[in-house]
T-cell receptor, first 114, second 115 residues
């Protein structure tokens, strides 16, 4: 079985403060994990991905995520929020089995307060 | 990264009509998929578009309602047939690429409103 849980449906931070968006997963196979961002009225853009190399992954726009197998987590962080970071963020897991099933989290809406 | 385009970007349609959405991907893409994103929700996979053969549909989606074609590696269409207001959604085309084909890229989406 494979699942993704985004622990917060909404996160609100002040501009310039750190961002933490939480994601936990379960997978029967060695997973690949992704974070996507969706700005209002836009498609999904890949922020970063983990595919069994370095556990700390750096992505675009200053975001990074750390794969922690012992905690089955892949939390997304950014040291300092910018107004342009306000968007919906999706955590996604795929397995490395013969059929690469893709599972989406329910999304976290990030609000950045000026 | 793979480049994926869709058209139309948005449309407003009358109940009972059909709309065909086109998706063009670049040559890096191996597999192609169609997703639906209902307002305020996450993505739901409709089907995998198979080149030259019938699409593989997920539970709850049927070919009569969502016929899909993929005549070649880089092009696919999704038709939303006999539309009702419940079909109002964003429809996203997606393609898989990457070293092991593990990364999915998305088109900008088609925003459909059915009146």
């Amino acid at each position: 079985a494979q699942s993704v849980t985004q622990l917060d449906s909404h996160v609100s931070v002040s501009e310039g403060t750190p961002v933490l968006l939480r994601c936990n997963y379960s997978s029967s196979y060695s997973p690949s994990l992704f974070w996507y961002v969706q700005h209002p009225n836009k498609g999904l853009q890949l922020l970063l991905k983990y595919t069994s190399a370095a556990t700390l992954v750096k992505g675009i726009n200053g975001f990074e995520a750390e794969f922690k197998k012992s905690e089955t987590s892949f939390h997304l962080t950014k040291p300092s929020a910018h107004m342009s970071d306000a968007a919906e963020y999706f955590c996604v897991v795929t397995n490395s089995g013969g059929y690469q099933k893709v599972t989406f989290g329910t999304g976290t809406k990030l609000q950045v307060i000026p | 990264s793979a480049v994926i385009s869709q058209k139309p970007s948005r449309d407003i349609c009358q109940r009972g009509t059909s709309l065909t959405i086109q998706c063009q991907v670049d040559s890096q893409v191996t597999m192609m998929f169609w997703y639906r994103q209902q307002p305020g929700q996450s993505l739901t996979l409709i089907a995998t578009a198979n080149q030259g053969s019938e699409a593989t549909y997920e539970s709850g989606f049927v070919i009569d309602k969502f016929p899909i074609s993929r005549p070649n590696l880089t092009f696919s269409t999704l038709t939303v047939s006999n539309m009702s207001p419940e079909d109002s959604s964003i429809y996203l085309c997606s393609g898989r690429a990457g070293t092991r084909g593990e990364t999915q890229y998305f088109g900008p989406g088609t925003r459909l409103l059915v009146l």
